[in-house]
């Protein structure tokens, strides 16, 4: 076409025609980019890092533990041996008493009425006692003349024999009452903490010559102190077949060592021996009465208290170790995570022992040169590559 309207026509297409492919080469040149951005994201995550140390080895020995009770060494009842009005009391209440102590005082006003009385009598006796031998000296000299028969002799000495009998009767009369006077007077039999007083000042008490005597007090001794516990039938054939092989010595005959935890401790804070094993296991429970001495210097222990006693198991040996928070739990078996040379991770059934100052025994299952994961064991994935970090060695390694 030609005139004005065509020309304008024309150039419109052929600017239409640039645009066009304008637009083509700005979407080949986003499509190249996209293509690319898949690739970078694609890209493999570093290694996690872990933390990695090799098993300590050192020389251990076995402890079992057991559930115990501590029960005093001497413990003692206090009562009167005679009866009366209590007139004081002389102790304070849960205090540490010395042996011989004044614990309560009982009137002792009758007791020594019957001892001034048993005074006299023992004076009258002494009195008879005197008589009988001058009639009997008079006797004897008298007989030599025939003044006086041989009868009348027997009889005088007769005579002072019934007055010694009568003067030592009065004598114990007099002792008995002197110790009852002495009894008024209630001292502690031992030392030891005393408990709370159960007769006050103005009460009668009822002594032990009575049958039914008044319960005053009770002492317990608290330096030593005795820990009982019980020992299962297995671990007793066990600690016996050790003795047998020689390999530890039998509690019968040696004094050997205990440590005790008491309630809310996380290590043991005494140490003792064990002085008694039963002569028969308890047949209602499978287990063996047992029992230890344990230093009490401090009187922090009170009978009663429950206790952990950890008794030694074994002969000492040479032993592999690793921190207990390695040791995971997959179903009904123990594992740890082993870095192999390739850095890759390997879960390695193991046989645990018992735990030695914060270390867990390791009975099977690891060498000395294997890599165990200490730290990161979230983060570690087995057949997967870590970036292992060595961990400083433990106190006690071996090179």
């Known amino acids: 076409m030609s005139g004005p309207d065509g020309s304008r026509q024309l150039i419109k297409s052929h600017d239409f025609v640039q645009v066009s492919a304008i637009a083509g080469l700005l979407a080949?040149?986003?499509?190249?980019?996209?293509?690319?951005?898949?690739?970078?994201?694609?890209?493999?995550?570093?290694?996690?890092?872990?933390?990695?140390?090799?098993?300590?080895?050192?020389?251990?020995?076995?402890?079992?533990?057991?559930?115990?009770?501590?029960?005093?060494?001497?413990?003692?009842?206090?009562?009167?041996?005679?009866?009366g009005f209590v007139n004081s009391v002389e102790f304070q209440d849960g205090a540490i008493v010395r042996q011989g102590d004044l614990l309560y005082v009982i009137d002792p006003r009758p007791f020594e009425a019957v001892a001034t009385q048993a005074e006299g009598q023992l004076s009258d006796a002494r009195a008879r006692v005197e008589l009988a031998k001058r009639e009997l000296d008079r006797g004897l000299n008298l007989v030599q003349t025939s003044a006086v028969s041989e009868q009348v002799v027997d009889q005088r000495r007769q005579a002072l024999q019934a007055a010694h009998a009568a003067?030592?009767?009065?004598?114990?009369?007099?002792?008995?009452?002197?110790?009852?006077?002495?009894?008024?007077?209630?001292?502690?039999?031992?030392?030891?903490?005393?408990?709370?007083?159960?007769?006050?000042?103005?009460?009668?008490?009822?002594?032990?010559?009575?049958?039914?005597?008044?319960?005053?007090?009770?002492?317990?001794?608290?330096?030593?102190i005795y820990i009982y516990f019980d020992m299962d039938e297995a671990t007793f054939i066990k600690y016996s077949k050790l003795w047998f092989e020689g390999r530890r010595p039998s509690s019968r005959d040696t004094a050997n060592p205990v440590q005790v935890t008491l309630a809310g401790e996380t290590k043991p804070s005494h140490e003792g021996t064990v002085n008694f094993l039963d002569n028969r296991l308890d047949v209602s429970t499978g287990t063996l009465r047992s029992r230890a001495v344990v230093k009490n210097t401090d009187l922090s222990i009170l009978p009663g208290q429950f206790g952990r006693v950890r008794l030694i198991g074994s002969a000492p040996y040479e032993a592999l170790l690793i921190p207990d928070v390695a040791v995971a739990t997959d179903q009904s078996r123990k594992i740890v995570f082993v870095v192999k040379p390739d850095d890759t991770v390997e879960a390695r059934p193991v046989v645990l022992g018992p735990l030695d100052d914060g270390l867990r025994v390791i009975r099977e299952g690891l060498k000395p040169d294997d890599r165990i994961i200490v730290n990161g064991i979230q983060r570690a994935r087995v057949g997967a590559k870590v970036a292992p970090q060595t961990a400083q060695a433990p106190a006690g390694a071996k090179p």
């Open 28 to 83: 080949a040149a986003f499509a190249l980019s996209g293509c690319d951005k898949p690739a970078s994201q694609a890209a493999a995550p570093p290694a996690p890092p872990v933390t990695v140390a090799q098993p300590v080895k050192r020389t251990v020995t076995d402890w079992d533990e057991f559930t115990g009770r501590f029960e005093a060494v001497e413990e003692v009842q206090v009562r009167p041996r005679v009866g």
């Open 167 to 224: 003067e030592m009767q009065a004598e114990g009369a007099l002792k008995a009452a002197k110790l009852n006077i002495e009894f008024t007077h209630v001292a502690a039999p031992l030392t030891g903490r005393v408990s709370r007083h159960l007769v006050s000042p103005g009460n009668l008490v009822q002594g032990s010559d009575t049958g039914t005597s008044t319960l005053l007090t009770s002492i317990v001794a608290l330096d030593p």
